[in-house]
């Protein structure tokens, strides 16, 4: 069984950065594509972008291109999200899952596991 735990979020003003975590347990994460996705309240859960096994190939939403930066780190078993120039429209609770069999994929169907969230608010 797969265990995802999220760390990182927190309260920032518009312009400023934070850095989520994901630390992964139970499997072999180097095998894995990653992904973050993230649900503002009263809102449906939405793709932020994914890193495949290597490292070597990130996604993005369209919203976050540019401003924001997968990367993971095989041997310590944890996925990365740096955000830079959050906007108020970032503000959601921010959720990494792991895709055991296949790439990097937008859908979050397409993912086995998932951690619980960590919030992530944006002041204008």
């Known amino acids: 069984q797969v265990q995802l735990v999220e760390s990182g979020g927190g309260l920032v003003q518009a312009g400023g950065s934070l850095r989520l975590s994901c630390a992964a347990s139970?499997?072999?994460?180097?095998?894995?594509?990653m992904g973050w996705f993230r649900q503002p309240l009263g809102k449906e859960r939405e793709f932020v972008a994914a890193?495949?096994?290597?490292?070597?190939?990130?996604v993005y939403a369209d919203s976050v291109k540019g401003r924001f930066t997968i990367s993971r780190h095989n041997t310590e078993n944890t996925e990365y999200l740096q955000m830079n120039r959050l906007k108020p429209e970032d503000t959601a609770v921010y959720y990494c899952?792991?895709?055991?069999?296949?790439?990097?994929?937008?859908?979050?169907?397409?993912?086995?596991?998932w951690g619980q969230g960590t919030q992530v608010t944006v002041s204008s």
């Open positions: 890193i495949d096994w290597s490292g070597d190939n990130g």
């Open positions: 139970g499997g072999t994460f180097s095998r894995f594509a």
């Open positions: 899952a792991a895709r055991t069999f296949g790439n990097t994929s937008p859908r979050d169907s397409d993912y086995d596991y």
